[in-house]
């Protein structure tokens, strides 16, 4: 099981396993999301703009970065709820085939009034196979306190 708010200490940084970004991941996405922005879907076009190839969709690799949080383990079973994101950037393209992944770095653990929950504040940076920050944000969670988590295992 995932940590509990009191477990998570500012400063502490995780990083996640690769995850290499496909151009079926991008077609996938695009016929997901609706999104067929030629920059994504169109190679001649693509290979005129200024990064001389297709790109992956910003939100799709948003939406990676979720996945790779999920397989650092931190917040399984104990994530209550996504509260948000803020001040998310893209600074670089994903291309076909490379690799991602995420650095995440507590800013803010904090119980809530709420006796059962607190707020976990994560910087989230995306970085390619070279160590480039790609995207980065602050995503906000709300996590289980240590009484709710030993509550849920309890419950087991």
Do not use: C
Not at 86 to 97: K, M, N, S, T
């Amino acid at each position: 099981m995932g940590k509990a708010i009191e477990e998570f200490k500012i400063g502490d940084v995780a990083m996640s396993p690769g995850r290499t970004v496909t151009e079926t991941d991008v077609v996938m996405f695009s016929g997901l999301s609706g999104d067929t922005n030629p920059a994504h879907t169109d190679a001649v076009h693509s290979a005129k703009s200024p990064f001389g190839q297709r790109i992956a969709h910003g939100a799709l690799v948003l939406s990676l970065a979720t996945g790779l949080s999920a397989r650092i383990g931190d917040l399984d079973g104990t994530a209550i709820a996504a509260l948000g994101i803020d001040e998310w950037r893209f600074i670089g393209p994903v291309l076909f085939g490379d690799t991602i992944y995420l650095r995440s770095t507590v800013i803010e653990a904090r119980p809530t009034s709420k006796p059962d929950r607190g707020v976990l504040r994560r910087k989230m940076e995306i970085l390619n196979q070279d160590g480039v920050v790609v995207q980065s944000g602050i995503h906000n969670t709300m996590v289980m306190t240590a009484a709710a988590k030993a509550a849920s295992q309890a419950g087991k």
